[in-house]
Structures are given as C-alpha cells and as structure tokens.
C-alpha cells in the first residue's frame, strides 16, 4: 500500500541551530497533512498541519513546508532546544476520516 | 486535565489472558480512534468510532480484538487469549471534525508486554 517514509532515521543538531525534518510521501491523493512530536512514553503530540492548498504554514519556532510536485513534506524548528529532543513523525489523510497514515519517524537529537 | 486519557498506563500479562483498555476522549470530540504502536515504528490505526457507531475497522484488527464505545463517550478495546505478537503501543485519539479536516488528539497510550 501506499505510505508515508523518512528520508533520515537520526538527526543531530546543536542547541540554537535550526532543524530540518524531511518527509515524502507516496499518496498524490492525500490532501491533509500532519507534523507529530513524540516524547519517550507518551503519545505523539500534535505540532502543526498543513493542507494541500498551501505549500507553507507557520507555527511558533515551526514552519512545514509541502511540495506537492515532488510529494515531499519537511518540518522546520527555528532555534532548537532541548526541549525538542523527540522522535517526529509526519502523518497524511487522504479520507473523510482522519486514518491517518504515519511514517516510521526521525529521532531528533538536540546537543549542548 | 482535559486530554485524552488512557487506563491503564502499562500493562502486563500471561499469553492466553484477556486484556482491556480504557479511554476517555476530550468531552466534545464525537470520533475516537484506536491506534497500535510498535517499537521504532508509527501507529497504525485499528478502528474509529463516531459517536457509538463502529465505523471501520482495520484488517490488523484480528477477531481476538473487540472494541466499544458504548455511549458515545469512552471507549475500551478488549484483547481475548493475547499472543506475544500483541505486545505494542496502544494509543487512543480523539477529534471534533471541522471543516472536512481533523486534528486527532492522542492519549499517553497503554503499553502492553505479553510474556
């Protein structure tokens, strides 16, 4: 079937620096699309969407970008923290239902 | 806390022993999901509910598994003579569609470990 993957497994980046996930996507159906955080024994948290009909959003510290030409999504974090140490995952709808579809998800690791 | 919450937390149990879930989503929210998470791995989704109503339900969800939404409010999701391979994630979401487009919501998960 079709599915969403991850360019990169592991990201490293230093404390301040900015951050850039990167996500395709296989679906050129998918219409809705969804930026997860997740942290060590919780649930994927929500961060920011984007719909088809844009190509950029902007959020507090994060922007997605979406290109639909190459179907490829990516996630900014400006002036990361340690905070933001996680794995992220993007996630995409193509039905009236939100099954969202998931990647396998990139583990950001924020060093001092 | 007004977050979707899942009971309970971590779960431990024999292979061949029943297993259930609860979850309780945000108030308002009419559709409530169930995911399955495996280490290193995204959720998968298992089944969704709008209000009572069972409306799909995932061909990962074998006949062992059942689940209930009784009154539209909680849910639970019930696994019969659980195997090792059940062992997972399970993570409950919830969301209020607007627009055609949905923010699901999740809780912090069960975490199930089948010996």
């Known amino acids: 079937g079709e599915s969403v993957g991850l360019h990169l497994p592991t990201l490293s980046v230093q404390e301040g620096d900015n951050s850039i996930i990167n996500c395709a996507y296989s679906?050129?159906?998918?219409?809705?699309f969804i930026w997860y955080k997740q942290e060590s024994g919780k649930g994927p948290q929500f961060i920011i969407d984007i719909r088809s009909n844009m190509d950029k959003r902007q959020g507090q510290r994060v922007t997605v970008l979406l290109n639909k030409t190459v179907k490829h999504l990516s996630l900014q974090i400006a002036a990361t923290q340690p905070g933001d140490s996680a794995v992220y995952f993007c996630a995409e709808n193509t039905g009236t239902a939100s099954k969202l579809t998931f990647g396998t998800g990139t583990r950001l690791q924020v060093t001092l | 806390d007004t977050g979707v919450s899942q009971d309970p937390r971590h779960k431990i149990t024999k292979r061949g022993q029943n297993v259930t879930f609860r979850c309780d989503p945000i108030s308002e929210h009419n559709r409530l999901y169930w995911y399955r998470q495996t280490l290193g791995q995204g959720p998968e989704f298992l089944t969704y509910?709008?209000?009572?109503?069972?409306?799909?339900k995932s061909r990962l969800l074998s006949d062992r598994f059942s689940a209930e939404r009784p009154k539209g409010s909680f849910s639970t999701l019930e696994i019969q003579r659980t195997e090792q391979g059940d062992s997972a994630m399970y993570l409950c979401a919830s969301s209020h569609p607007q627009g055609g487009y949905e923010k699901l919501f999740f809780g912090s998960g069960t975490q199930l470990s089948v010996l």
């Open positions: 679906n050129s159906a998918s219409d809705y």
């Open positions: 509910f709008q209000n009572e109503a069972q409306l799909e």
